[in-house]
């Protein structure tokens, strides 16, 4: 696995209030989405971009922090696996669920600072709470954010105290310098702070995770809590059966895909040939079915059927800005905030397609967990110092009601 030291590589609707109270906030956010405009659209369309697609890897070791993966599901290879997130950031804001693992991104920079620099996406797997958080996401910049989806960035110097300065070795015998947190039994994500008072072996990031442990059936923490063995009969990994399917994230330039189809002359065949599931373009096709009238839909469809199984768009230019489905839903650049920690500018770096959603077997229901897109703002600056994990700033936009049962 190349490390991409030079950054090159992969480094809503607007929900109606709940109360009837916020309809003048929600005019004022109507007036401030005129900011938006038709320029955010032709610049789409020059600046190249970086498509992420999942794919089981060939080799597991592959997705082990020292080999400094992009990934999607299963659980997180921290880059820094000992100043975990808070207890207070790992979970959802609305309903105190510890939230789940959705992918990360490793993105370095050309600074030393950031010779080593991942994005880390988490969500609440609950619709309800994404709802709850469209209806906050609109309060622009309140005090204290209440959120379902939550971005984290980490960065470390070349030389550090985790990593060998050196490029990892491509057999799978690269070993990290320290180890890491002790992280929870059940979900494999979180700092494990609290321990079983029985065994005093399993950890667990909260009270409700080890009260599903505990209740899971014949792999269950009860089966083997106070056998003398627990640490040798228990898997190291995370016993949750309720964590995303786990791929690798592989990538490709876009540029390249528009030469492929000039050279194929309109044929469709390469786009089809690039399917890595059976059926799966025409499955994929549920996702994109919108209002043939909206410009926004039609710019989307049309820039997406290139590789319809992206499930990322990358660019570390500062003149990208995302695809967005629909129109309405957008910031403005005032929705976005400031850097928490230096108080900068934050610029759009990436967006999370509703595809993964294909790959993770989201069931198909009224209620089940969907977006349009997730669009992640990350400070211009990646400025150092402070936390392990600073958290950034991501944006969801919902399809709207004509657009959202695929």
Same mark, same amino acid.
Do not use: A, C, D
């Given at each position: 696995m190349d490390i991409d030291l030079s950054g090159e590589k992969?480094? &809503?609707?607007?929900?109606?209030?709940?109360d =009837?109270? =916020?309809d003048e906030e929600e005019d004022q956010n109507d007036d401030v989405e005129d900011e938006v405009s038709d320029e955010d659209d032709e610049e789409e369309d020059r600046v190249p971009m970086?498509? @992420?697609f999942v794919e089981k890897p060939k080799n597991p070791w592959t997705l082990l922090r020292q080999y400094f993966p992009s990934k999607a599901g299963g659980t997180p290879a921290w880059l820094d696996?000992?100043?975990l997130p808070s207890e207070k950031s790992s979970l959802c804001d609305f309903c105190g669920e510890p939230l789940q693992f959705l992918l990360q991104v490793y993105a370095p920079l050309p600074e030393e600072s950031t010779f080593h620099r991942t994005l880390f996406v988490f969500m609440c797997p609950s619709m309800t709470c994404l709802l709850r958080d469209q209806h906050e996401q609109?309060? /622009?910049?309140? =005090?204290?954010?209440?959120r379902s989806v939550k971005v984290f960035r980490c960065q470390l110097p070349r030389v550090n105290s985790f990593y060998s300065s050196e490029a990892p070795a491509e057999d799978g015998t690269e070993q990290p310098l320290t180890a890491g947190a002790k992280l929870c039994n059940w979900c494999g994500t979180w700092k494990g702070d609290k321990i079983c008072s029985s065994c005093r072996k399993a950890r667990y990031c909260s009270g409700k995770h080890q009260t599903a442990h505990w /209740?899971? @059936?014949? &792999?269950?923490?009860?089966?083997f809590c106070r056998q003398m063995d627990t640490s040798d009969k228990e898997s190291e990994s995370a016993a949750s059966n309720f964590l995303w399917p786990e791929y690798e994230i592989a990538n490709e330039d876009e540029g390249e895909l528009d030469e492929e189809m000039a050279n194929d002359e309109g044929s469709a065949s390469s786009l089809i040939s690039r399917s890595r599931t059976d059926g799966s373009?025409?499955?994929l096709q549920t996702y994109f079915k919108g209002n043939g009238e909206n410009r926004s839909w039609a710019s989307f469809q049309e820039r997406i059927s290139l590789a319809p199984e992206q499930v990322l768009r990358y660019s570390s230019s500062a003149e990208a800005k995302p695809l967005w489905p629909v129109s309405s839903g957008r910031p403005s650049k005032l929705d976005i905030p400031k850097c928490n920690y230096c108080g900068g500018t934050r610029g759009f770096e990436f967006q999370v397609?509703?595809?993964?959603?294909?790959?993770?077997h989201v069931k198909d229901s009224e209620d089940s967990l969907d977006w349009a897109t997730i669009v992640v703002y990350t400070c211009e600056a990646s400025c150092e110092g402070g936390v392990g994990y600073k958290e950034e700033f991501a944006w969801v936009q919902l399809a709207s009601q004509s657009i959202s049962h695929r």
């Open positions: 992969l480094k &809503s609707l607007h929900m109606s209030s709940l =009837e109270e =916020e970086t498509l @992420g696996p000992i100043n609109w309060k /622009r910049h309140p =005090e204290t954010p209440s /209740r899971s @059936g014949n &792999s269950s923490h009860k089966v373009f025409g499955k397609l509703p595809q993964l959603l294909y790959f993770f």
